[in-house]
């Protein structure tokens, strides 16, 4: 727990310093999100063409997907900043949030050698889980960001590291994906708060 909570701290510093820096340069949330796009994929692009052993693809997964949950919170920080909350930013801030998991999840099956059924299944659970994120901003115009059961989809990276090095059964990601899809929305529509 004290070594979960001093990483925590570290990151939460390193977001908030970086993202300070960027509203500074007079960046926009929505500026923000889209700029950890052309990070993002192509970051996870050049691991997937170019890296074959084992155990560095499953490292260099590790330092990008640190990556990207720490650009995943700059656009956040920069609109808590400013005091922005335009319902384009939390569009933009959920799809740059789910979307790579698409392509993250593409990546490791296809690397794993997976079959397509199963692809098709998780890839259809990321899609509703983004289209209920969607739903609800457009709805209630907020995100369902309560971060003490938000997380959960942070662990959720973990869980494909272990899968990727120690070639764990697959269903792992598809059970935890749906785990998380039901309880952040049952949540959400039972609380309303966040």
Not at 53 to 59: A, E
Not at 181 to 194: A, D, E, P, Q
Request: charged content about 15%.
């Amino acid at each position: 727990m004290n070594i979960y909570l001093f990483f925590k701290k570290y990151y939460i510093a390193l977001w908030k310093n970086l993202a300070l820096f960027l509203a500074k340069k007079w960046m926009t949330p929505n500026q923000a999100s889209i700029f950890s796009l052309f990070i993002i994929f192509p970051m996870f692009y050049i691991i997937w063409k170019y890296i074959d052993n084992k155990l560095f693809f499953t490292i260099a997964m590790f330092f990008a997907i640190n990556i990207k949950l720490i650009l995943n919170a700059v656009d956040g920080i920069i609109a808590r900043e400013k005091k922005i909350n335009t319902k384009l930013w939390m569009f933009l801030n959920v799809w740059t949030d789910i979307g790579p998991d698409l392509f993250i999840l593409y990546i490791i099956f296809d690397k794993l050698g997976y079959d397509v059924q199963f692809i098709y299944q998780i890839f259809a659970i990321v899609l509703i889980y983004l289209l209920l994120e969607f739903f609800i901003i457009w709805k209630y115009n907020k995100q369902n960001i309560c971060l003490w059961w938000k997380e959960s989809r942070t662990f959720f990276y973990v869980l494909i590291l272990l899968v990727v090095y120690f070639q764990l059964p697959k269903e792992i990601l598809l059970g935890y994906y749906s785990f998380i899809l039901v309880l952040h929305n049952v949540l959400f529509f039972y609380t309303k708060k966040c």
